[in-house]
Structures are given as structure tokens and as C-alpha cells.
């Protein structure tokens, strides 16, 4: 949950991701006030269980049929009552079919002296009126009172049992329409779990869960977190802290430039908690887009939200029901207007109901297509034609379309499964191929005498990339890309396409970054032999560059430091075209 003065939510997660936040360098979340209580993000848990084996690119991807078994995925949207919003909003919630509000009443507010509790202000009226309305909550709590533990995060027996006893008076106070209880917001960020100097965070934190559950168990979901974008290494010391054998679910908010990729993140989240003896839902307490391109910000959220959905999410929370002050984009309504978000929202809720989608294997990974119950699809991928037979085929804002051509703005189409698609000019996509097997990754290292290194999928405190701790601050994500080191001693990441048979391409590429350091070292490769090399500053779009390749040739794209380190973050994408028939790439809003 934003404070209104905090910076947007999506710069928030880009800046730590350019800027090399999370990256581990300054420990976990760079917290130097507590230990998480293991050094090693990837340790076993206590009992010896093996730890998660390191995935690499081409075994992450799903691409055939899921087991679309799943309850249906629940979208809700974020409300602010807690600061001031007016309860004039409330209808807007059920034009755009939420019924799930997340929102706070902080334990503060609610208990301002000890054992007093004041329930009936307006934020906890305004909350009321919601229930009233038919409307469920998540109630964010944060565990921190300036009653308690010297304004902490609650640590000692006295204050665990406060935070569990003020819940419970919560519960008492909005019944069965308190859904779920967050224990915290964003735990991950800097210095945001405050416990006294060498509190050994993960156990403490998972301490004072295990009071709340022995106090409010049953009478509502009890959430560990959330974390700033999935974090999945920041959460692994909790995992062998016993928080999975005690909480109810995990609060992730997967904020982010593409929704493609989200669903390796949510599935790797998923496997480390397998690892760990026992999977608890996933609750995306806030997703959103920071653009002003509403059109663009509709079809991500079709996008993301299907994803999600065949990843298990149990419920998603758009951040936010309307534009505010300090986020004045992210909103589903504008003045009390729908935006095109609002009406992609409305349109997902009658499509997620039908219960958890699986994907439809189309003969290409670089189309997305996922079928929900027996008749709705939808799909999106690389420029190509579609043909439907039958039934309706709708844009993300609901609004029918021709469906006779397809490309990365999704379409949802009910009423038939007679869904065919034609070949697309694009044979390799770095961003839709992402974790697939059309590319594998690694770390190049050395001047003269070169190694190269294949990079596991890796668990940061923020975000999964294809990366490995020993190479910070390089990682490879879906849109955005780091390098380490400097011109003497580089250390290189490196996107390596393999032909599967011969092959006449053109590339064409994009790379973005600030006028921060002296640039990055870009090239491309064939079989180790340089087709193409430039200084990226500030932009580089090279290409069309031909290639000619065949079976078993190696096509890598290189990124080094120049001749110094730092400011070596960039946004990239990169395409594989048939040749003749590219067009331009443009990186990411």
C-alpha cells in the first residue's frame, strides 16, 4: 500500500532493478539493521530437504495444456479509505464487477492507547459501508505501534500478542467480510522490517505469525508480506524459518514493463515453496502499470491477469480503483470515468469466473493462448494472421474485432474453440521467448581467453532473472538487462539463439539506458565471429542485419561495461525476422 507522497509504484520497481537494489550487495533488501537468518537465499530448510535446483533457460516456459483445475482467480482493486478517499467511489468498485477492496486501518489508528480499540472512525465506517455493500476486504496491517516495541516491528511476547489481539478485535468488528489480513506491506524494501539491531528478521517475523494464527485462525486468510515485485530469494530464509507451515498464503506485487514473463516468476515462486514442504496461495495484492497510454495499460492487464490466473493466483488487487494525486495514471476510473482499464476489468471478470485457464499449445511459443472453461480464449503473440469460425472475438476493452489478424494486444474470443493461426514473419522474440527454449543465457567472462557460463534462473530479493549471485550486478530479464565489471575485467551477458535449421534472418534490436557511466558494449555474434558492434550511451537500434545461418549456428547478442563500471543497466528487446519481412523494434513505455 503507497503512502500518497511515495513515488509510483512502477518507477519504484524499475529504479531497484536498474539501479541494482535487491541485487544482494548490501545484504537481503539492503537491511543492515537485522539478519533474514541465512546467508544463502537458496540454502535447504531445517530437516535437509535438497535445495531448489537451478533452472535453466528452456526448461521454464509452459508450453502445453495446464491442468486448469484451479478455482477461478479473483480481481479486486485497491482502495484508499484509510486515507481519506470518499465512500462516493464505492459504486465505481461495482461498475467494473469488484468485489474485492484492499485497503487498511492501521493498528495505530485502531489502538492509540494500550487495549483501547476505536473502530468506529470513518476509515473503519467507510470500510462498513463496503461490507454493507456486499463488498470483501484485505485489510493491510502493518505490525508496528508506537505503544509497542518502541514503534517497531513487533518483536517481543507482548507485542506479538497485541498485533494477534488487535486482529482479532478487527475480526470481531467487520466479520465474515474480512477476507484476508496482510502482515505487512512490502517487507522487502529497504530497512522496512524494523527490529532491533541482530534480530534474526525471518524468525521473528515468522514467530509473531505463528501467535497470529494461534489467535485468528479460521476467522479470515492470514497473509506473510508482501514483497515489492515477487521476491522469491527475499522470501526463501522465511521458507526455512517455518512461515509456510503457519500462514494461510503470500502477498506478492508483481509490478512490471511487460506482463509476459510474470508467469515464470509466479511458477519458480511455486517451486521453491515445494521445496520447502508445503505451497500456500499467492495473493497479488497490487498489480498495476504507471503510463498515461490507457490502451496500453487495458491489454496489460488482460494480459497479465491471465498469466497470473493459470499460474494459481488465488486473487489479484489492481493498484487502484481511481487516479490519485501522486498516481495520477494507474487508476480505473478518472473523475469518475471509466478509463480503458476499467472497462478490461469489467470484461476479465466474467472470463476469469469461468475458473482457472490452461494453456493451448498453437505449434509456436511466441503465441499466448489460454483457454477458460470450455469456450473463451485468449490470446496474443507475434504479428501473424488468426482465423476464428464461429463465436465473438473482442478486444481488451470489450469492443469487437475483425479477428482476423493477431499481435501483441489481446483478443478474447467465446463462443467457439475453431482458432487457427498463420505463420508469423517473427521466428525469435527476446521478450515473448523469455525463459523458453528459443534462447539460453549466459555470463561471458575474460578478455583473450573467454569462458562462458549458462545462467540458472535466479531468485533475487525483487525479481527473477536469469542471472547468478557470483556475476552481480548482471542479470538478464525479460525487458531490462545489467552487466558487470569493467573494460580489463568484463563480465559479459550474453542472449544465444541456436538454429534449428537453415535459416535467412534479420535482426533488428533496441536498447535504451540514462547518459549515466560511459555505455555498454554491444555486439552480435555469429559463431563467435562479431556481424555487428556499437557503444550503447543512450539508444541503439540496429538492423536490419542479415543472417544467414544453419543447423547448429550460434547467434549471440553481447553486452559488456565500456571501460568503466557503473550505469551499465539498459531496457532491450531484440527479434528474429524471416528475412525481407522486419519491421522496426521499439523498447519498452
Given at each position: 500500500?503507497?503512502?500518497?507522497?511515495?513515488?509510483?509504484?512502477?518507477?519504484?520497481?524499475?529504479?531497484?532493478?536498474?539501479?541494482?537494489?535487491?541485487?544482494?550487495?548490501?545484504?537481503?533488501?539492503?537491511?543492515?539493521?537485522?539478519?533474514?537468518?541465512?546467508?544463502?537465499?537458496?540454502?535447504?530448510?531445517?530437516?535437509?530437504?535438497?535445495?531448489?535446483?537451478?533452472?535453466?533457460?528452456?526448461?521454464?516456459?509452459?508450453?502445453?495444456?495446464?491442468?486448469?483445475?484451479?478455482?477461478?482467480?479473483?480481481?479486486?482493486?485497491?482502495?484508499?479509505?484509510?486515507?481519506?478517499?470518499?465512500?462516493?467511489?464505492?459504486?465505481?468498485?461495482?461498475?467494473?464487477?469488484?468485489?474485492?477492496?484492499?485497503?487498511?486501518?492501521?493498528?495505530?489508528?485502531?489502538?492509540?492507547?494500550?487495549?483501547?480499540?476505536?473502530?468506529?472512525?470513518?476509515?473503519?465506517?467507510?470500510?462498513?459501508?463496503?461490507?454493507?455493500?456486499?463488498?470483501?476486504?484485505?485489510?493491510?496491517?502493518?505490525?508496528?505501534?508506537?505503544?509497542?516495541?518502541?514503534?517497531?516491528?513487533?518483536?517481543s511476547d507482548e507485542g506479538?500478542?497485541?498485533?494477534?489481539?488487535?486482529?482479532?478485535?478487527?475480526?470481531?468488528?467487520?466479520?465474515?467480510?474480512?477476507?484476508?489480513?496482510?502482515?505487512?506491506?512490502?517487507?522487502?524494501?529497504?530497512?522496512?522490517?524494523?527490529?532491533?539491531?541482530?534480530?534474526?528478521?525471518?524468525?521473528?517475523?515468522?514467530?509473531?505469525?505463528?501467535?497470529?494464527?494461534?489467535?485468528?485462525?479460521?476467522?479470515?486468510?492470514?497473509?506473510?508480506?508482501?514483497?515489492?515485485?515477487?521476491?522469491?530469494?527475499?522470501?526463501?530464509?522465511?521458507?526455512?524459518?517455518?512461515?509456510?507451515?503457519?500462514?494461510?498464503?503470500?502477498?506478492?506485487?508483481?509490478?512490471?514493463?511487460?506482463?509476459?514473463?510474470?508467469?515464470?516468476?509466479?511458477?519458480?515462486?511455486?517451486?521453491?515453496?515445494?521445496?520447502?514442504?508445503?505451497?500456500?496461495?499467492?495473493?497479488?495484492?497490487?498489480?498495476?502499470?504507471?503510463?498515461?497510454?490507457?490502451?496500453?495499460?487495458?491489454?496489460?492487464?488482460?494480459?497479465?491477469?491471465t498469466l497470473m490466473a493459470?499460474?494459481?493466483?488465488?486473487?489479484?488487487?489492481?493498484?487502484?480503483?481511481?487516479?490519485?494525486?501522486?498516481?495520477?495514471?494507474?487508476?480505473?476510473?478518472?473523475?469518475?470515468?471509466?478509463?480503458?482499464?476499467?472497462?478490461?476489468?469489467?470484461?476479465?471478470?466474467?472470463?476469469?469466473?469461468?475458473?482457472?485457464?490452461?494453456?493451448?499449445?498453437?505449434?509456436?511459443?511466441?503465441?499466448?493462448?489460454?483457454?477458460?472453461?470450455?469456450?473463451?480464449?485468449?490470446?496474443?503473440?507475434?504479428?501473424?494472421?488468426?482465423?476464428?469460425?464461429?463465436?465473438?472475438?473482442?478486444?481488451?476493452?470489450?469492443?469487437?474485432?475483425?479477428?482476423?489478424?493477431?499481435?501483441?494486444?489481446?483478443?478474447?474470443?467465446?463462443?467457439?474453440?475453431?482458432?487457427?493461426?498463420?505463420?508469423?514473419?517473427?521466428?525469435?522474440?527476446?521478450?515473448?521467448?523469455?525463459?523458453?527454449?528459443?534462447?539460453?543465457?549466459?555470463?561471458?567472462?575474460?578478455?583473450?581467453?573467454?569462458?562462458?557460463?549458462?545462467?540458472?534462473?535466479?531468485?533475487?530479493?525483487?525479481?527473477?532473472?536469469?542471472?547468478?549471485?557470483?556475476?552481480?550486478?548482471?542479470?538478464?530479464?525479460?525487458?531490462t538487462a545489467a552487466v558487470?565489471?569493467?573494460?580489463?575485467?568484463?563480465?559479459?551477458?550474453?542472449?544465444?539463439?541456436?538454429?534449428?535449421?537453415?535459416?535467412?534472418?534479420?535482426?533488428?534490436?533496441?536498447?535504451?539506458?540514462?547518459?549515466?557511466?560511459?555505455?555498454?558494449?554491444?555486439?552480435?555474434?555469429?559463431?563467435?565471429?562479431?556481424?555487428?558492434?556499437?557503444?550503447?550511451?543512450?539508444?541503439?537500434?540496429?538492423?536490419?542485419?542479415?543472417?544467414?545461418?544453419?543447423?547448429?549456428?550460434?547467434?549471440?547478442?553481447?553486452?559488456?561495461?565500456?571501460?568503466?563500471?557503473?550505469?551499465?543497466?539498459?531496457?532491450?528487446?531484440?527479434?528474429?525476422?524471416?528475412?525481407?519481412?522486419?519491421?522496426?523494434?521499439?523498447?519498452?513505455?
Open positions: 500500500m503507497k503512502s500518497r507522497a511515495a513515488m509510483g509504484p512502477m518507477l519504484l520497481a524499475m529504479l531497484a532493478l536498474l539501479n541494482g537494489c535487491g541485487d544482494g550487495s548490501e545484504g537481503v533488501a539492503g537491511m543492515p539493521m537485522v539478519t533474514l537468518g541465512m546467508a544463502n537465499a537458496t540454502l535447504p530448510p531445517a530437516g535437509g530437504a535438497p535445495a531448489p535446483a537451478a533452472t535453466t533457460a528452456g526448461m521454464l516456459r509452459k508450453t502445453t495444456a495446464m491442468s486448469g483445475t484451479g478455482a477461478p482467480m479473483l480481481l479486486g482493486a485497491q482502495t484508499h479509505f484509510s486515507q481519506g478517499w470518499p465512500t462516493s467511489v464505492l459504486p465505481l468498485a461495482d461498475q467494473a464487477g469488484v468485489t474485492l477492496l484492499r485497503d487498511s486501518l492501521a493498528w495505530s489508528t485502531g489502538e492509540a492507547t494500550k487495549g483501547v480499540y476505536t473502530l468506529n472512525g470513518t476509515t473503519a465506517q467507510a470500510l462498513s459501508l463496503a461490507c454493507a455493500q456486499g463488498k470483501k476486504l484485505i485489510l493491510t496491517i502493518v505490525p508496528r505501534n508506537p505503544a509497542y516495541d518502541s514503534g517497531l516491528f513487533v518483536w506479538r500478542a497485541a498485533y494477534a489481539a488487535y486482529l482479532s478485535a478487527l475480526a470481531d468488528r467487520f466479520g465474515t467480510c474480512l477476507t484476508a489480513v496482510e502482515m505487512g506491506n512490502e517487507i522487502n524494501g529497504n530497512k522496512v522490517l524494523a527490529y532491533p539491531a541482530g534480530t534474526n528478521a525471518a524468525a521473528t517475523y515468522v514467530k509473531m505469525a505463528q501467535v497470529v494464527k494461534a489467535k485468528v485462525g479460521g476467522r479470515f486468510t492470514v497473509l506473510a508480506g508482501s514483497t515489492n515485485q515477487v521476491g522469491t530469494g527475499f522470501l526463501t530464509p522465511f521458507f526455512a524459518a517455518g512461515l509456510l507451515q503457519t500462514v494461510d498464503g503470500l502477498t506478492v506485487h508483481p509490478y512490471r514493463l511487460r506482463a509476459e514473463g510474470i508467469d515464470l516468476e509466479i511458477d519458480r515462486l511455486n517451486a521453491v515453496m515445494d521445496k520447502f514442504g508445503r505451497r500456500v496461495p499467492i495473493w497479488a495484492t497490487e498489480f498495476s502499470i504507471d503510463t498515461p497510454d490507457r490502451a496500453f495499460a487495458a491489454n496489460e492487464l488482460v494480459k497479465e491477469t493459470a499460474s494459481g493466483v488465488a486473487a489479484a488487487s489492481w493498484y487502484a480503483l481511481v487516479d490519485q494525486k501522486y498516481f495520477p495514471n494507474m487508476g480505473l476510473y478518472n473523475n469518475g470515468l471509466p478509463k480503458e482499464q476499467a472497462k478490461a476489468a469489467t470484461m476479465m471478470q466474467q472470463v476469469l469466473a469461468q475458473g482457472q485457464p490452461q494453456r493451448i499449445d498453437m505449434g509456436d511459443p511466441l503465441v499466448f493462448a489460454y483457454r477458460f472453461g470450455a469456450d473463451t480464449t485468449v490470446i496474443w503473440g507475434a504479428p501473424r494472421s488468426l482465423s476464428v469460425s464461429g463465436g465473438t472475438v473482442r478486444d481488451a476493452i470489450g469492443l469487437p474485432s475483425a479477428g482476423t489478424t493477431l499481435d501483441e494486444r489481446p483478443l478474447v474470443i467465446t463462443g467457439t474453440t475453431a482458432i487457427s493461426v498463420g505463420q508469423s514473419a517473427w521466428v525469435a522474440d527476446t521478450l515473448m521467448g523469455w525463459g523458453s527454449a528459443q534462447w539460453r543465457y549466459f555470463a561471458r567472462t575474460g578478455t583473450t581467453t573467454l569462458k562462458e557460463n549458462a545462467l540458472p534462473m535466479f531468485d533475487d530479493a525483487f525479481t527473477g532473472y536469469f542471472g547468478d549471485r557470483w556475476y552481480r550486478p548482471l542479470r538478464i530479464n525479460g525487458t558487470a565489471g569493467n573494460g580489463t575485467s568484463p563480465t559479459k551477458a550474453m542472449w544465444r539463439y541456436t538454429a534449428p535449421e537453415a535459416q535467412s534472418l534479420d535482426l533488428r534490436a533496441c536498447f535504451n539506458k540514462t547518459l549515466n557511466g560511459d555505455g555498454v558494449d554491444l555486439s552480435v555474434m555469429k559463431n563467435g565471429k562479431p556481424l555487428w558492434t556499437g557503444i550503447l550511451t543512450t539508444s541503439l537500434t540496429p538492423g536490419p542485419l542479415p543472417v544467414d545461418l544453419m543447423a547448429g549456428d550460434k547467434l549471440d547478442i553481447v553486452a559488456g561495461p565500456n571501460l568503466t563500471s557503473g550505469g551499465d543497466a539498459f531496457v532491450y528487446r531484440a527479434v528474429l525476422f524471416r528475412r525481407g519481412a522486419s519491421t522496426a523494434v521499439t523498447c519498452f513505455k
